[in-house]
């Protein structure tokens, strides 16, 4: 079957710019994990879902990032105003266990480059 | 707060070598130790992973050691490969305590010289 897919790979924004990240999840995934990764660093935990329930923002930079998932399957991560430093490798990854804790299957990732 | 602490940033080893990369946790509630490998332009994939009630776990060429008093757990690749190469991160999380995603180290640069 279908791995996880997100869409765009890569995204040009200029500063100020809104931006909308896609995730397709492995279907009848449960949990739904996003994950930003800095260049030459490891994935950073930015937001949790269970189904359509955010259950985890935590790792969320600032109230410009906002995600949802609406009927518990794709996800839309939106960053609004864009800065500089929001360019990054955005991940998305899945699992079919309740709290993640197993396997998580990660996608191609979105490369967003502001500037 | 980085919580998990991996070495070396970046390793040269011969083709047929053993490779090593070591990591370090602070988080005593972790209990999930997973290991990614990641080629440049995809996402990572898991490799193998651990759970603290075992010291050792092989699959293939590749071996976790997990040393839970230490808070250390080490992936061993065994006859290395060109194939190989790739960056590798080690994580760790909380599959029990509600879902706070992995907590990643911040990756090993590997080359395998053939």
């Known amino acids: 079957g279908a791995g996880v897919s997100q869409s765009p790979r890569y995204k040009v924004a200029k500063r100020g710019q809104d931006v909308a990240l896609r995730c397709d999840p492995i279907?009848?995934?449960?949990?739904l994990f996003w994950y930003q990764q800095a260049l030459g660093q490891g994935p950073e935990f930015l937001t949790y879902?269970?189904?359509?329930?955010?259950?985890?923002k935590s790792g969320l930079p600032s109230d410009r990032f906002f995600a949802e998932r609406p009927e518990g399957s794709v996800s839309t991560l939106k960053i609004q105003r864009t800065q500089q430093e929001d360019s990054a490798v955005y991940l998305c990854?899945?699992?079919?266990?309740?709290?993640?804790?197993?396997?998580?299957?990660f996608g191609p990732g979105t490369r967003l480059l502001v500037l | 707060q980085q919580q998990v602490k991996q070495s070396p940033q970046s390793l040269i080893v011969q083709k047929g070598g053993i490779s090593i990369i070591n990591c370090a946790y602070e988080?005593?509630?972790?209990?999930?130790f997973p290991w990614y490998q990641q080629f440049p332009g995809k996402g990572p994939a898991l490799l193998i992973a651990?759970?603290?009630?075992?010291s050792e776990k092989k699959e293939g060429r590749f071996t976790i050691s997990f040393n839970k008093s230490a808070k250390q757990f080490s992936l061993h690749i065994m006859d290395s490969q060109p194939g190989d190469s790739a960056t590798y991160f080690c994580?760790?999380?909380?599959?029990?305590?509600?879902?706070?995603?992995?907590?990643f180290g911040k990756g090993t640069h590997l080359i395998i010289q053939p």
């Open positions: 279907s009848g995934h449960v949990s």
């Open positions: 879902f269970q189904n359509e329930a955010q259950l985890d």
């Open positions: 990854a899945s699992s079919s266990d309740r709290f993640g804790g197993e396997t998580q299957y």
């Open positions: 988080n005593t509630a972790f209990d999930y």
């Open positions: 994580a760790a999380s909380n599959s029990g305590g509600g879902a706070d995603g992995l907590t």
């Open positions: 651990i759970r603290p009630d075992v």
